[in-house]
């Protein structure tokens, strides 16, 4: 069963908002209320947030998990681009990439 990743907020923007939604919901395992033609409400993502149609510009959002492994391989097979390899940091371990709307994220896990 996948991994269903967690975020606490986030409002994500996205040129190709269609891809980006498919993305999160391959990735992520999440689904979304549909608001007109150019925005998405976020569902079971922890808390609520949104993706706007628009080109990209948001902050890196972390996600986290207790299998980071599992998550990497999850989000790689929906189709990210990873931007960095997992990586060790005070606290734990994570790793980055792009969305294909171009969203810069990353998944943590705790040490």
């Known amino acids: ?3 269903t990743l967690e975020i606490d907020y986030v ?5 190709e908002l269609e891809a980006t939604e498919d993305f ?5 395992s999440w689904e979304f209320v549909k608001y ?6 976020i569902q079971n993502a922890g808390i609520g947030g949104g993706i706007e149609r628009s080109g990209p510009k948001a902050p ?3 996600l986290k998990t ?3 492994p599992a998550a990497y ?3 790689s097979d929906a189709g990210a681009e990873i931007t960095k390899e ?3 940091f005070p606290g734990g371990t994570r790793f980055e990439f792009r969305e294909p709307g171009g969203t810069d994220m990353a998944v943590w896990c705790p040490a």
Do not use: C, T, W
């Not at 409002?11 to 040129?15: G, K, N, V």
């Not at 007109?36 to 409400?41: A, K, L, T, V």
């Open 1 to 3: 069963m996948p991994l």
């Open 36 to 41: 007109g033609p150019d925005y998405r409400d």
């Open 11 to 15: 409002e994500f923007y996205s040129a």
């Open 66 to 68: 207790d299998d980071l």
């Open 24 to 28: 999160f919901g391959k990735a992520f």
């Open 73 to 75: 391989q999850q989000v």
């Open 60 to 62: 890196l959002i972390v």
């Open 86 to 88: 997992i990586f060790e």
